[in-house]
């Protein structure tokens, strides 16, 4: 068991920062791939449909459904802003770090933390509870200032099925132009 560390908080936040920008990375990372993918599909199709081997059944209807998601994509993602926001999620757990390893009071420690927070995008609970999973998962203990800080079986359960249902929305926003595909080439 953990003792209470009086700065455990400032620690909990930057580690969820932490966790918040490597999340938007990722993001926003899959999001270009996606939107690449999209594009190199619709070009694929296109080059098959025009090719003497293969013939493409639907080819306008599939590049059309093709072309709208692309766009929506490239309209809504970056409207995002997740490496700005990622960006700002290392300010932050930067700044907390500083503010941790300070040689100062604890309470003037809990003043900079106080003012320091506003400046800031404020982490999701997913993010918190990122943080609580690794230290339950890893073995490495977190404490706050009234003592050990630790992740609850739902809490495991929950960043568990998250990051499954995450795979799967990705392998499916990848794989579902593939399958289409594979059923409207016929060859010649």
């Keep these: 068991m953990s003792s209470p560390d009086p700065n455990g908080k ?3 936040t930057a580690k969820a920062r932490m966790v918040a920008e490597s999340r938007l990375k990722s993001v926003d990372t899959v999001s270009q791939i996606l939107m690449a993918w999209y594009s190199v599909c619709i070009i694929t199709l296109s080059v098959l449909d025009l090719s003497q081997s293969f013939r493409v059944r639907d080819v306008s209807v599939m590049t059309i459904i093709l072309a709208v998601g692309l766009l929506a994509m490239s309209i809504f993602l970056p409207g995002r802003n997740f490496s700005v926001r990622a960006a700002g999620f290392r300010d932050c757990y930067l700044k907390l ?9 604890p309470e003037e420690k ?4 106080g003012k320091t ?5 404020n982490h999701s609970q997913r993010d918190y509870e990122w943080v609580l999973f690794h230290s339950r998962v890893f073995g490495k203990p977190l404490a706050d200032s009234e003592g050990e800080v ?6 495991i359960v929950k ?3 998250r990051a499954i249902i995450i795979f799967l929305i990705v392998f499916v926003l990848f794989a579902s132009p593939l399958a289409i595909g594979y059923m409207l080439v016929i060859p010649r």
């Excluded at 809990?110 to 933390?113: E, I, K, L, P, T």
């Design 10 to 12: 400032i620690y909990l």
């Design 97 to 105: 770090q500083k503010i941790y390893w300070s040689a100062t009071t």
């Design 110 to 113: 809990a003043d900079a933390y």
């Design 117 to 121: 927070l506003p400046l800031f995008e």
């Design 150 to 155: 630790v992740a609850s079986n739902l809490v």
């Design 159 to 161: 960043c568990a099925a």
